[in-house]
């Protein structure tokens, strides 16, 4: 995936990340930091079912990342885990 900016993984060392063993953090950061040519890219390397799972099964995405997901990939916002799993409770000594 040469065409990724390595802006997108700052935190990595160079050469460090593997397109196949890193997937999910690779199309994280490219759904919320990404331009639409990085997307286009994404795109091409992995297979919609694949984006589908992985974008589905993140913890947090943004109201417009999940927007736009709707729209590229044909989901519902019921999809999403994010949307759907319930947050933590509150600790009782946090008033």
């Keep these: 995936m040469d065409q990724l ?3 997108l ?3 990595a ?3 460090t990340v593997d397109a196949e063993k890193h997937a999910s953090q690779v199309i ?3 759904v919320e930091r990404g331009t639409l040519a990085e997307w286009k890219a994404t795109r091409q390397h992995y297979s919609d079912d694949r984006l589908r799972a ?3 099964s993140l913890r947090e995405l943004s ?5 736009f997901c709707c729209v590229a990939l044909n989901l519902k916002k019921e999809n999403f885990r994010c949307c759907t799993a319930r947050p933590f409770p509150r ?3 946090i008033y």
């Excluded at 109201?63 to 927007?67: F, I």
């Design 28 to 30: 994280q950061r490219v």
């Design 91 to 93: 600790a009782p000594w």
């Design 54 to 56: 992985v974008i589905t």
């Design 5 to 7: 900016s390595p802006t």
């Design 63 to 67: 109201p417009r990342d999940v927007a």
């Design 13 to 15: 060392r160079a050469g």
């Design 9 to 11: 993984f700052w935190d």
